[in-house]
């Protein structure tokens, strides 16, 4: 029983019972009841998928088999990922190179593998996105058979190539346009899941980064690291919204990954910056960025790294920071490394920024993790550089599509009516 609940740690699961009830007791999410190291040998190997294969063989404590784990794993993680030196001191972790043009690809095509593989009955993905995640889920899900989506998020802040990537699929995909912020689309989908009339009608599930399936599958990137870059990393540098990927870092570094210090850095949604110099947790109202999908003021997944550290919080302070970077610096790195011939979208700018603050000491070999391929952000890059920015045909054809989205008020009511109505419609 690899999984336990952070807020009732009495109760252990499954990996299958955290991925098919990701939300346990009191509302609690689910985190590995232990982190076993990887062996050393298996950070020599220079093959992504056998380091993949070892890293979810031990996080879910051999529930799946490494021949299960081998077939899902080639299906999921079917696209390139890289690491580009810009100096032989700084390095981009470019992990936007699937179908949707960002790191969720990895979360969300595992999770749809974990679907797959051990739901038996029709079941519905009820879940919010802050831009990305809605089209990774609604792709990895497409045509899924026994599996409906919907898929919430805020009206008008997400950029038009991010809608357009997830809300023209149709078929078991239905997307709705919330009035309101990313943290309202949360929480009605928190609601959803506690509300007993939804629960007794739909068995739903979410595919947020809640999810521990996602989570387990964005720890691979991270234990594979020196598959990709040949040197330490001392510090890692992750640009962070709702803190999963951050958390799978942490989760690496503890299985034994070669990671030094790590560096979440936000947008001016910076209630775990403001956290780590003032040690209270305060979250303000979200405000909107350039990078949207971090327009996140109370990320779900400091929790869990603050479980971790439970026994020893001073230790969390050693062992990571917190930065925040402002929309000027933003536009400043953006400008800068498009110069350099090497565009960057505007998350990632936010991780480059973070990378020349001055804590950084002299020799320090830094790697950046590209959550976004700049095209992605075509529109906004736009604006700021008063250049066109080359879109791959994902994107063009995208644009092309009727969007199919309904709209919606920030009201549970209504959003439970949609959700019943879909099982009436169905049958
Ligand atoms: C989701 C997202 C983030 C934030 O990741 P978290 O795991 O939520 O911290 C950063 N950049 C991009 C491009 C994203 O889509």
Redesign the pocket.
């Known amino acids: 029983m690899p999984f336990v609940n952070i807020a009732q740690q009495k109760e252990v699961v499954s990996f299958e019972q955290a991925v098919l009830a990701p939300i346990g007791e009191n509302r609690g999410i689910y985190f590995p009841q232990n982190i076993e190291k990887l062996d050393k040998g298996m950070f020599a190997s220079k093959d992504f998928n056998t380091i993949a294969v070892e890293t979810l063989y031990t996080l879910t404590s051999g529930e799946l088999s490494k021949e299960q784990l081998k077939g899902m794993i080639n299906r999921a993680f079917n696209f390139p990922l890289n690491v580009q030196s810009l100096t032989s001191r700084l390095h981009v972790l470019e992990l ?1 190179h699937g179908p949707t043009l ?3 690809d990895f979360g969300a095509r595992f999770l749809a593998e974990c679907m797959a593989h051990f739901n038996k009955e029709k079941a519905t993905i009820v879940t919010a996105t ?4 809605g089209a990774a889920v609604a792709h990895a899900f497409h045509g899924q058979p026994n599996i409906d989506v919907v898929i919430l998020y805020p009206d008008g802040k997400i950029s038009k190539e991010q809608e357009q990537l997830f809300c023209t699929l149709g078929d078991n995909i239905r997307t709705i346009k919330v009035k309101g912020d990313f943290d309202d689309c949360q929480s009605l989908v928190k609601q959803a899941f506690n509300d007993k009339d939804v629960r007794q009608t739909l068995n739903v599930n979410s595919a947020n ?1 809640i999810n521990i399936a996602r989570l387990v599958a ?1 720890v691979c990137y991270y234990t594979a690291l020196p598959a990709l870059i040949d040197t330490p990393i001392d510090r890692l540098i ?11 870092a942490m989760i690496a570094k503890s299985m034994g990954a070669p990671i030094g210090h790590l560096v ?1 850095a936000t947008n001016k949604n910076d209630t775990v910056p403001r956290f780590f110099i003032n040690k209270q947790w305060r979250p303000k109202a979200t405000q909107r960025t350039l ?1 949207n ?2 327009d ?1 003021s109370q ?1 779900n ?1 400091f929790a869990r790294i603050l479980y971790h550290y439970q026994e020893n919080l001073d230790k969390l302070f050693e062992d990571m920071s917190a930065v925040c970077i402002n929309e000027i610096q933003t536009r400043r790195t953006i400008r800068h490394y498009t110069q350099q011939h090497y565009p960057v ?1 505007p ?2 700018a936010v991780g480059l920024e973070a990378a020349t603050l001055p804590f950084k000491s002299e020799n320090s070999n830094d790697l950046v993790v590209a ?2 391929h700049p095209a ?1 952000f075509a529109d906004v890059l736009e604006k700021i550089l008063q250049e066109p920015i080359e879109r791959p045909s994902s994107i063009t054809d995208a644009m092309q599509e009727t969007n199919l989205s309904e709209s919606m008020d920030n009201d549970f009511d209504d959003f439970k009516d949609y959700l019943l109505g879909l099982n009436t419609s169905n049958q």
């Open positions: 936007f960002a790191f969720k802050s831009g990305d995640t980064s964005q992750v640009p962070s919204g709702n803190f999963g990927n951050l958390t799978a979440a990078s999908a971090m996140v990320p997944n979208d998350h990632t959550t976004a992605k």
